[in-house]
């Protein structure tokens, strides 16, 4: 009996063992794909890391882009208010140049105007002197023709 009772203990010691065994294997199987896990997903964790500084970086270098295409339209749209500016100033400039041409010419004109009435009113001056020279010298003629008649009555009387 004791040895059927040792050799059942043996063969479930051994029974045992080999289950221990199964149960180790099972385990350290266990324990290696955890840890394949564990490195598929610190390697799945990296490379979802390393995408998203990847978008960060596109987003970034779109806004960037977007940036310097708003600021090229700022600039583009200044450079051509300037310029409409400077059409204008340009423009400005003509017709002030214009007006001034045109005022310098009217006050040529006027002066020319003036100048023409001046030399009109010194002939009319002139005429007006020479018509009373005239006339003055009608007179001096008309007194000298009397003083002469005056002279010869007198004469002849002064004959008689």
Not at 44 to 66: H, M, P, Y
Not at 86 to 110: G, H, S, T, V
């Amino acid at each position: 009996r004791r040895k059927v009772q040792t050799e059942i203990l043996r063969k479930a010691s051994e029974a045992a063992e080999t289950q221990a065994e199964a149960l180790r294997t099972d385990l350290e199987g266990r324990q290696a794909a955890a840890a394949a896990a564990r490195d598929a997903a610190l390697e799945a964790k990296k490379n979802a890391e390393t995408q998203r500084k990847a978008q960060v970086i596109e987003l970034s270098d779109a806004r960037r882009k977007a940036r310097a295409d708003e600021l090229a339209m700022h600039t583009a749209a200044a450079e051509a208010q300037a310029e409409a500016l400077r059409i204008d100033l340009e423009e400005r400039q003509a017709a002030a140049a214009a007006a001034m041409e045109a005022a310098l010419e009217a006050k040529k004109k006027a002066e020319k105007e003036r100048k023409a009435q001046v030399l009109e009113l010194s002939d009319i001056r002139r005429k007006v002197q020479t018509e009373i020279l005239r006339k003055a010298s009608e007179a001096a003629e008309t007194q000298a023709e009397a003083l002469r008649t005056d002279l010869e009555g007198r004469q002849a009387a002064a004959a008689a």
